[in-house]
Nanobody, 119 residues
Framework: QVQMVESGGNLVQAGGSLRLSCATS????????MGWHRQAPGKQRELVAA???????TYADSVRGRFTISRDNAKNTVYLQMNSLKPEDTAVYYC?????????????WGQGTQVTVSS
């Protein structure tokens, strides 16, 4: 059974920084792309950033230049460094990954961590 557990969410003032972490555990063969999504109240879940196994990154326009995604393959962990936070970044942040278990690939999600940015 695969588990993804986020940590690092908190209440922060506008202009501040947070670092989110997401550790993957359980029995699996390999992890492919990893990413972060977020969902604000009344809005659809949206992609924030993604990173390939080789380190190629993709960012939403709204966070490019402020957020940085990274991964530690040895620790099966993905990170999201968030700087210059704005009130509109307030949301529940979810990590996800495409994971191989033997010959089957699936999309796995964490339970979410709350990020609140006060003005």
């Amino acid at each position: 059974q695969v588990q993804m557990v986020e940590s690092g969410g908190n209440l922060v003032q506008a202009g501040g920084s947070l670092r989110l972490s997401c550790a993957t555990s359980g029995r699996f063969t390999s992890i492919e792309a990893m990413g972060w999504h977020r969902q604000a109240p009344g809005k659809q879940r949206e992609l924030v950033a993604a990173i390939s196994t080789g380190g190629d990154t993709t960012y939403a326009d709204s966070v490019r230049g402020r957020f940085t995604i990274s991964r530690d393959n040895a620790k099966n962990t993905v990170y999201l460094q968030m700087n210059s936070l704005k009130p509109e970044d307030t949301a529940v942040y979810y990590c996800n990954a495409r994971i191989w278990i033997n010959w089957a690939q699936g999309n796995y999600w964490g339970q979410g961590t709350q990020v609140t940015v006060s003005s």
